[in-house]
């Protein structure tokens, strides 16, 4: 069975940082591009961050860019999205996905990210 669980939300302080996990099972991860997305109440899901598969390209929306990090490991089966510097704006339910090309496929769970002002 393909699975993408996000993991490693929480409540954290402002400025404080948290690291989310993606963890594919049932399909080997490295084969497809990785993005990270979050849905604010009362607001659209938005991507703010995607790795490639292959040459491991990343890209980051300005909204986290210089404070969210992106990153996989292969032989563990996940990407990484390492957020430090955390705002309360930074406040969604955050969700990964998995794509080999032209749109994502594979939709994990949510894993809720609360920051205190």
């Known amino acids: 069975e393909v699975q993408l669980q996000a993991s490693g939300g929480g409540l954290v302080q402002a400025g404080g940082s948290l690291r989310l996990s993606c963890t594919a099972s049932?399909?080997?991860?490295?084969?497809?591009?990785i993005g990270w997305f979050r849905q604010a109440p009362g607001k659209q899901r938005k991507g703010i961050s995607c790795i490639s598969a292959g040459d491991g390209r990343t890209y980051s929306d300005a909204a986290v860019r210089g404070r969210f990090t992106i990153s996989r490991d292969n032989a563990k089966n996940t990407v990484y999205l390492q957020m430090s510097s955390l705002k309360y704006e930074d406040t969604a339910v955050y969700y990964c996905?998995?794509?080999?090309?032209?749109?994502?496929?594979?939709w994990g769970r949510g894993t809720l990210v609360t920051v205190s002002s």
């Open positions: 996905a998995a794509g080999a090309g032209g749109g994502y496929e594979f």
């Open positions: 049932g399909f080997a991860s490295d084969n497809y591009s």
